[in-house]
């Protein structure tokens, strides 16, 4: 789920760039870029959707991250494109509230990376790689609790679900209560501490992956709730959009897309009453799909970029029917234990 947001140019963000924008070219496709129109970024990273968008048209982007260091980094880049481009720090699920406080009311496209950013993998600082030690944080934004708050002091019996929800880890049990043995002695800190400890439960894989990937994703996703964020900022997207604006979504693992694909299904369909109540309106849709079914990356741009081999894409073209409220368990965001509760280890895996 790496997203690679960065720009291919030597001076995006404000910087030598060190990530490619995943299936950029399909995104702008279905985004269309207009001379005039208005569109937003949800997920700006290091700029290179943004970038992409304002090279295409004479058009203004409205570019939105929750990380203040990519706000940072971006900076030079709103000098570049001198009152074309707007950043702000904030989450994508309520990209239609901050792109208000810019002035936008209606935008003509919204383009969402789901995920962390290849950016934020690449630091050891931010503690979401197992491949270089680092403080266990995970935190896009900093705020809330952090990985290491997680490991260290939820129930046994719902660490494993997480990891099993989230990750889809088989051995979730294992690894929670490999967890709970090793926080006994001492408080797990670092990335390099929990992956060992994920590695020695599950055991190597036969597929080549680091037997820590699935944890990881699990407590990442987890941290930043990012399956509520993804649900609410569908649903910000649908609002803000004019008819006829454009929504393009990529994701990086099937937890996610299925969010997605939902979405877009239960919005591409008229919603009609039930038969034993006739007197129920047909709800209009309030999009009609773009790509029937996803997009993934070209072997071209698997080879030059190989994190956009997980990567899928999905559009659609907003209509004049009014939105809908969201309902995140209806399109499978999984309730699990409130990150921000003390668990203080109030029970073990089974």
Same mark, same amino acid.
């Given at each position: 789920?790496?997203?690679?947001?960065?720009?291919?140019?030597?001076?995006?963000?404000?910087?030598?760039?060190?990530?490619?924008?995943?299936?950029?070219?399909?995104?702008? !496709?279905?985004?269309?870029?207009?001379?005039?129109?208005?569109?937003? !970024?949800?997920?700006?990273?290091?700029?290179?959707?943004?970038?992409? %968008?304002?090279?295409?048209?004479?058009?203004?982007?409205?570019?939105?991250?929750?990380?203040?260091?990519?706000?940072?980094?971006?900076?030079?880049?709103?000098?570049?494109?001198?009152?074309?481009?707007?950043?702000?720090?904030?989450?994508? =699920?309520?990209?239609?509230?901050?792109?208000?406080?810019?002035?936008?009311?209606?935008?003509?496209?919204?383009?969402?990376?789901?995920?962390?950013?290849?950016?934020?993998?690449?630091?050891?600082?931010?503690?979401? =790689?197992?491949?270089?030690?680092?403080?266990?944080?995970?935190?896009?934004?900093?705020?809330?609790?952090?990985?290491?708050?997680? @490991?260290?002091?939820?129930?046994?019996?719902?660490?494993?679900?997480?990891?099993?929800?989230?990750?889809?880890?088989?051995?979730?049990?294992?690894?929670?209560?490999?967890?709970?043995?090793?926080?006994?002695?001492?408080?797990?800190?670092?990335?390099?501490?929990? *992956?060992?400890?994920?590695?020695?439960?599950?055991?190597?894989?036969?597929?080549?992956?680091?037997?820590?990937?699935?944890?990881?994703?699990?407590?990442?996703?987890? @941290?930043?709730?990012?399956?509520?964020?993804?649900?609410?900022?569908? *649903?910000?997207?649908?609002? %803000?959009?004019?008819?006829?604006?454009?929504?393009?979504?990529? =994701?990086?693992?099937?937890?996610? !897309?299925?969010?997605?694909?939902?979405?877009?299904?239960?919005?591409?369909?008229?919603?009609?009453?039930?038969?034993?109540?006739?007197?129920?309106?047909?709800?209009?849709?309030?999009?009609?799909?773009?790509?029937?079914?996803?997009?993934?990356?070209?072997? !071209?741009?698997?080879?030059?970029?190989?994190?956009?081999?997980?990567?899928?894409?999905?559009?659609?073209?907003?209509?004049?029917?009014?939105?809908?409220?969201?309902?995140?368990?209806?399109?499978?965001?999984?309730?699990?234990?409130?990150?921000?509760?003390?668990?203080?280890?109030?029970?073990? *895996?089974?």
């Amino acid at each position: 789920m790496m997203a690679g947001r960065g720009g291919p140019s030597e001076d995006a963000a404000g910087g030598p760039a060190r990530h490619i924008p995943v299936l950029l070219s399909d995104v702008l !496709d279905v985004i269309a870029p207009k001379a005039g129109g208005i569109y937003i !970024d949800g997920t700006f990273g290091a700029g290179g959707y943004t970038r992409g %968008i304002l090279d295409a048209a004479d058009c203004r982007v409205i570019a939105i991250d929750r990380d203040p260091t990519a706000i940072r980094a971006g900076q030079a880049m709103v000098a570049d494109y001198r009152g074309r481009l707007g950043l702000v720090e904030g989450r994508f =699920s309520e990209l239609d509230r901050l792109a208000a406080g810019e002035g936008v009311e209606a935008a003509d496209g919204v383009a969402l990376d789901v995920g962390v950013s290849s950016m934020q993998i690449d630091t050891a600082e931010r503690g979401f =790689s197992f491949m270089q030690d680092g403080p266990l944080d995970m935190r896009m934004g900093g705020d809330g609790p952090s990985a290491a708050d997680i @490991v260290n002091t939820m129930a046994e019996v719902d660490l494993a679900r997480l990891i099993f929800t989230l990750g889809e880890e088989r051995k979730s049990r294992a690894v929670a209560r490999a967890i709970g043995r090793a926080r006994a002695d001492s408080p797990i800190a670092t990335t390099g501490q929990l *992956a060992e400890i994920v590695a020695r439960a599950v055991g190597p894989l036969r597929d080549g992956k680091h037997p820590a990937t699935r944890t990881f994703q699990a407590l990442r996703i987890y @941290v930043n709730g990012e399956l509520s964020e993804l649900a609410e900022g569908l *649903a910000a997207a649908e609002r %803000i959009l004019k008819e006829g604006g454009r929504l393009a979504v990529v =994701s990086f693992h099937s937890l996610e !897309d299925r969010i997605v694909k939902r979405f877009l299904a239960e919005r591409s369909q008229i919603r009609r009453g039930s038969r034993h109540m006739p007197e129920v309106r047909a709800e209009a849709p309030t999009f009609k799909l773009i790509t029937r079914h996803p997009v993934g990356a070209s072997e !071209d741009e698997i080879a030059a970029n190989p994190r956009a081999r997980s990567a899928r894409l999905r559009g659609a073209e907003r209509t004049g029917a009014p939105a809908r409220p969201i309902d995140p368990a209806a399109l499978g965001v999984p309730r699990l234990a409130d990150p921000s509760r003390d668990h203080r280890h109030g029970g073990r *895996a089974s």
